[in-house]
């Protein structure tokens, strides 16, 4: 038996492109920022690229990022700022997240989002920092790491962070997200597999240059990527290079992923402003 195949009328064939091309260029993009709020002096390369060079140092920028839209102001991630982590890691040029984001302009009551790419202590102990933000976190993460108690159940999680975001949870301010390749908000879309934690997560984000992936500690420098070397902090290596490969395939053109903790974003994306570089 075969099936008939009925044509589509000129005229409607006209009306779904118009339709499609009126959804694109109404699709919201976003202007995308690395804010860097401190320095992490002499740091082992050894603990970023698996393989590397014993012997090798670097001074890796901690930061944040902002996708400002017109209608959000969302983070990914939120940095550190309790003391006990400051006077561990004796940052240099540290200021607190909150007051880096107004080096692009943005105040912190002005956070709507944070997406959270992982539990780690540099990227999620300062969510609190910023009042009136709603949290995004893979479920399987926040599950896997925070007991229902609000106790941390993993050593990778410290335990004031997670007491912190169980407060938030209760509050009905934080999101689960359940899975991979799930938009979050317009525009932004989350992916998951880099397997730097349990279920670390990554994000694309649309912009006027096209679609830029936010990689977070799923690629912690430039280097990863051209080398095709694993993050040396990961739960499963080959899971991390599908990551890396799978980031190159999102993204609009390789200059748009943006590694975790790589200084040189600051010099590719020089702006007045030498801690903050807008990505395009």
Known sequence: MTRRRIPIS?????????GATVRAQTAPTYEVYAIRYATMPAFPVRGLIAGADTSRRMDIAMSVW?????SRNVLVDAGFYRDKFVQRWKPAGFVQPSEAVRRAGIRPEDVTDIIVSHVHWDHVDGVDLFPNARVWIQKDEYEHYVAPDGTSRDRAMDPDDAKMLAALMSRGRVNQIKG????????????????????????????DSGTAVIASDNLYLYENLEQHRPIAQTLDSLSNLAAQARMVRLASAPRLIVPGHDPAVFVKFATPASQVARIR
Do not use: M, W
């Open 180 to 207: 991979d390749s799930t938009e979050i908000i317009p525009g932004i879309t989350v992916f998951t597999g880099g397997k730097h934690t349990f279920a670390s997560q990554y994000a694309t984000v649309r912009t």
């Open 66 to 70: 902002l996708l400002r839209g017109n």
């Open 10 to 18: 000129a005229s409607l064939a006209a009306i779904l492109l118009a």
